[in-house]
Protein backbone atom coordinates (compact mmCIF):
# COMPACT_ATOMS: atom_id res chain seq x y z
CA UNK A 1 0.00 0.00 0.00
CA UNK A 2 1.17 3.60 -0.79
CA UNK A 3 0.36 4.92 2.43
CA UNK A 4 2.58 2.08 4.40
CA UNK A 5 5.35 2.96 2.11
CA UNK A 6 5.23 6.52 2.92
CA UNK A 7 5.11 6.25 7.04
CA UNK A 8 8.21 3.17 6.64
CA UNK A 9 9.92 6.04 4.75
CA UNK A 10 9.25 8.81 7.17
CA UNK A 11 9.82 6.84 10.53
CA UNK A 12 12.97 6.03 8.62
CA UNK A 13 14.37 8.93 8.04
CA UNK A 14 18.38 9.85 9.54
CA UNK A 15 20.27 12.62 8.81
CA UNK A 16 23.90 11.71 9.80
CA UNK A 17 26.22 14.14 8.37
CA UNK A 18 28.26 17.05 9.86
CA UNK A 19 26.24 20.17 8.78
CA UNK A 20 27.77 23.41 8.91
CA UNK A 21 28.20 25.60 11.49
CA UNK A 22 25.23 26.71 13.20
CA UNK A 23 22.57 24.93 10.94
CA UNK A 24 20.63 22.46 12.31
CA UNK A 25 18.03 20.06 11.11
CA UNK A 26 14.23 19.60 11.80
CA UNK A 27 12.85 15.66 11.75
CA UNK A 28 9.19 16.11 13.13
CA UNK A 29 8.78 12.63 12.32
CA UNK A 30 10.50 11.61 15.54
CA UNK A 31 7.35 13.81 17.83
CA UNK A 32 5.14 11.02 18.53
CA UNK A 33 2.05 13.02 18.26
CA UNK A 34 3.10 14.18 14.68
CA UNK A 35 3.42 11.12 13.28
CA UNK A 36 0.31 10.41 14.63
CA UNK A 37 -0.89 12.75 12.85
CA UNK A 38 0.54 12.17 9.42
CA UNK A 39 -0.56 8.42 9.50
CA UNK A 40 -3.72 9.58 10.26
CA UNK A 41 -3.28 11.27 6.68
CA UNK A 42 -1.27 9.16 4.33
CA UNK A 43 -3.90 6.25 5.72
CA UNK A 44 -6.62 8.53 4.77
CA UNK A 45 -6.19 9.71 1.56
CA UNK A 46 -3.66 7.01 0.02
CA UNK A 47 -4.50 3.60 1.42
CA UNK A 48 -4.41 2.00 -2.11
CA UNK A 49 -1.58 0.72 -4.56
CA UNK A 50 -2.95 4.04 -7.48
CA UNK A 51 0.53 5.21 -9.60
CA UNK A 52 0.98 8.83 -8.66
CA UNK A 53 2.98 11.82 -9.96
CA UNK A 54 5.27 13.27 -7.82
CA UNK A 55 5.90 16.98 -7.00
CA UNK A 56 9.44 18.12 -5.47
CA UNK A 57 9.79 21.24 -3.02
CA UNK A 58 12.74 22.44 -1.60
CA UNK A 59 12.74 21.45 2.28
CA UNK A 60 10.09 21.82 4.71
CA UNK A 61 9.44 24.98 6.50
CA UNK A 62 9.55 25.34 10.47
CA UNK A 63 5.19 26.61 9.97
CA UNK A 64 3.96 23.85 6.96
CA UNK A 65 5.94 20.72 6.68
CA UNK A 66 8.14 20.84 9.41
CA UNK A 67 5.35 20.97 12.09
CA UNK A 68 2.61 18.86 11.05
CA UNK A 69 4.73 16.00 9.14
CA UNK A 70 2.90 16.89 5.63
CA UNK A 71 4.30 18.67 2.95
CA UNK A 72 3.06 22.18 2.24
CA UNK A 73 0.15 21.88 4.81
CA UNK A 74 0.13 23.73 7.94
CA UNK A 75 -2.00 22.94 10.85
CA UNK A 76 -4.63 24.93 9.96
CA UNK A 77 -5.46 23.79 6.29
CA UNK A 78 -5.15 19.76 8.09
CA UNK A 79 -8.08 20.63 9.59
CA UNK A 80 -9.84 22.64 7.54
CA UNK A 81 -9.51 20.95 4.28
CA UNK A 82 -8.22 17.74 5.32
CA UNK A 83 -10.66 16.93 7.96
CA UNK A 84 -7.85 16.25 10.47
CA UNK A 85 -7.98 17.76 13.94
CA UNK A 86 -4.46 18.41 15.35
CA UNK A 87 -3.03 19.89 18.44
CA UNK A 88 -0.72 22.45 16.84
CA UNK A 89 -0.56 26.08 17.36
CA UNK A 90 -2.82 27.00 14.26
CA UNK A 91 -0.40 29.20 12.42
CA UNK A 92 -1.17 30.15 8.54
CA UNK A 93 1.72 29.39 6.34
CA UNK A 94 1.91 31.24 2.77
CA UNK A 95 2.70 28.35 0.92
CA UNK A 96 0.30 25.99 2.22
CA UNK A 97 -2.47 28.64 1.70
CA UNK A 98 -2.11 28.76 -2.02
CA UNK A 99 -1.33 24.94 -2.55
CA UNK A 100 -4.59 24.30 -0.76
CA UNK A 101 -6.15 26.72 -2.52
CA UNK A 102 -5.11 24.70 -5.91
CA UNK A 103 -6.08 21.97 -4.95
CA UNK A 104 -9.84 23.01 -4.02
CA UNK A 105 -9.66 24.21 -7.24
CA UNK A 106 -8.33 21.47 -9.21
CA UNK A 107 -10.81 19.39 -7.42
CA UNK A 108 -10.90 18.83 -3.77
CA UNK A 109 -8.47 16.93 -1.38
CA UNK A 110 -9.48 13.20 -2.53
CA UNK A 111 -9.30 14.21 -6.12
CA UNK A 112 -6.34 15.54 -5.73
CA UNK A 113 -4.32 13.46 -3.31
CA UNK A 114 -5.33 10.19 -5.41
CA UNK A 115 -3.01 11.05 -8.47
CA UNK A 116 -0.35 13.56 -6.52
CA UNK A 117 1.92 12.77 -4.10
CA UNK A 118 4.37 15.86 -2.61
CA UNK A 119 7.95 15.29 -1.73
CA UNK A 120 10.75 17.36 -1.21
CA UNK A 121 14.27 17.32 -2.34
CA UNK A 122 15.18 17.20 0.81
CA UNK A 123 12.48 15.87 3.17
CA UNK A 124 14.12 17.32 5.94
CA UNK A 125 14.25 21.00 6.60
CA UNK A 126 17.09 22.98 7.72
CA UNK A 127 17.36 25.99 10.09
CA UNK A 128 20.15 28.59 11.05
CA UNK A 129 19.35 31.28 13.74
CA UNK A 130 15.91 30.56 13.80
CA UNK A 131 15.16 31.01 10.49
CA UNK A 132 14.16 28.56 7.46
CA UNK A 133 16.58 27.64 5.66
CA UNK A 134 17.37 26.17 2.07
CA UNK A 135 19.45 23.01 1.29
CA UNK A 136 21.20 25.25 -1.67
CA UNK A 137 21.48 28.77 0.37
CA UNK A 138 25.13 27.07 1.79
CA UNK A 139 26.71 25.16 -0.79
CA UNK A 140 28.67 23.18 1.85
CA UNK A 141 25.11 22.33 3.24
CA UNK A 142 24.34 20.95 0.33
CA UNK A 143 27.67 18.91 -0.45
CA UNK A 144 26.78 17.91 3.15
CA UNK A 145 23.28 16.52 2.38
CA UNK A 146 23.21 15.64 -1.38
CA UNK A 147 24.02 11.82 -0.50
CA UNK A 148 20.59 11.63 1.88
CA UNK A 149 18.74 13.18 -0.59
CA UNK A 150 19.33 10.79 -3.48
CA UNK A 151 18.80 7.93 -1.59
CA UNK A 152 15.58 9.59 -0.32
CA UNK A 153 14.88 10.43 -3.61
CA UNK A 154 15.31 6.49 -4.83
CA UNK A 155 13.58 5.31 -1.71
CA UNK A 156 10.38 7.25 -2.85
CA UNK A 157 10.83 6.23 -6.61
CA UNK A 158 9.94 2.72 -5.37
CA UNK A 159 6.57 3.62 -3.98
CA UNK A 160 3.97 3.49 -7.29
CA UNK A 161 5.31 7.14 -8.35
CA UNK A 162 4.79 7.75 -12.07
CA UNK A 163 8.19 8.17 -14.12
CA UNK A 164 7.24 10.11 -16.89
CA UNK A 165 7.10 13.37 -15.56
CA UNK A 166 7.93 15.18 -12.43
CA UNK A 167 7.01 18.62 -11.13
CA UNK A 168 9.80 20.84 -9.43
CA UNK A 169 7.92 24.23 -7.12
CA UNK A 170 10.37 26.68 -7.67
CA UNK A 171 11.70 27.46 -11.46
CA UNK A 172 15.04 28.82 -9.83
CA UNK A 173 17.63 26.98 -7.81
CA UNK A 174 15.71 23.90 -6.91
CA UNK A 175 14.95 23.79 -10.71
CA UNK A 176 18.17 23.61 -11.57
CA UNK A 177 19.55 21.51 -9.02
CA UNK A 178 16.86 18.47 -9.99
CA UNK A 179 17.11 18.69 -13.48
CA UNK A 180 21.20 18.12 -12.51
CA UNK A 181 20.27 15.36 -11.03
CA UNK A 182 17.72 13.96 -13.53
CA UNK A 183 20.10 14.36 -16.14
CA UNK A 184 23.13 12.67 -14.56
CA UNK A 185 20.59 9.81 -13.17
CA UNK A 186 17.71 9.56 -15.37
CA UNK A 187 15.26 9.17 -12.88
CA UNK A 188 12.19 10.63 -15.12
CA UNK A 189 11.74 11.31 -18.29
CA UNK A 190 10.70 14.81 -18.26
CA UNK A 191 10.99 17.37 -15.18
CA UNK A 192 8.38 20.59 -15.38
CA UNK A 193 9.16 23.48 -13.09
CA UNK A 194 6.60 26.06 -11.43
CA UNK A 195 6.70 29.05 -9.85
CA UNK A 196 7.96 28.32 -6.01
CA UNK A 197 4.06 29.10 -4.07
CA UNK A 198 5.80 31.23 -1.63
CA UNK A 199 7.07 33.36 -4.75
CA UNK A 200 3.81 33.56 -5.61
CA UNK A 201 2.23 34.70 -1.99
CA UNK A 202 4.67 37.30 -1.57
CA UNK A 203 5.50 38.86 -5.23
CA UNK A 204 2.43 37.68 -7.49
CA UNK A 205 -0.70 37.46 -5.24
CA UNK A 206 -2.24 39.72 -7.63
CA UNK A 207 -2.21 37.07 -10.15
CA UNK A 208 -3.14 34.12 -7.72
CA UNK A 209 -5.81 32.48 -10.12
CA UNK A 210 -3.55 32.88 -13.05
CA UNK A 211 -1.12 30.86 -11.10
CA UNK A 212 -3.51 28.30 -10.27
CA UNK A 213 -4.68 27.71 -13.14
CA UNK A 214 -1.25 27.11 -14.51
CA UNK A 215 -0.69 24.82 -11.57
CA UNK A 216 -4.16 22.71 -12.35
CA UNK A 217 -3.44 22.68 -16.24
CA UNK A 218 -0.19 21.02 -16.06
CA UNK A 219 -1.12 18.65 -13.12
CA UNK A 220 -4.38 18.06 -14.84
Same mark, same amino acid.
Given at each position: ?? !????? #??????????????????????? !?????????? @??????? !?? #??????????????????? &??? @?? !????? %?????? #???? /???? %??????????? /??? &???????????????????????? $?????? /?????????????? #???????????????????????????????????????????????? @??????????? &???? $???????
Amino acid at each position: MF !DLNIL #EFYKSLQLKVKLPKGVSFMNPYL !DTKTFETTTL @FYQKFYH !DN #EERKIIFGINPGRFGGGVT &GIP @FT !DPINL %ERFCGI #ENHF /DKKP %ELSSSFIYQMI /DTY &GGVEMFYKSVYFSALSPLGFVREK $KNLNYY /DVPQLNKAVEPFML #ECLRKQLNFNISKQKAYCLGEGENYRYLNGLNEKYNFFKEITPLPHPR @FIMQYKRKHLM &GFID $KYVGALK
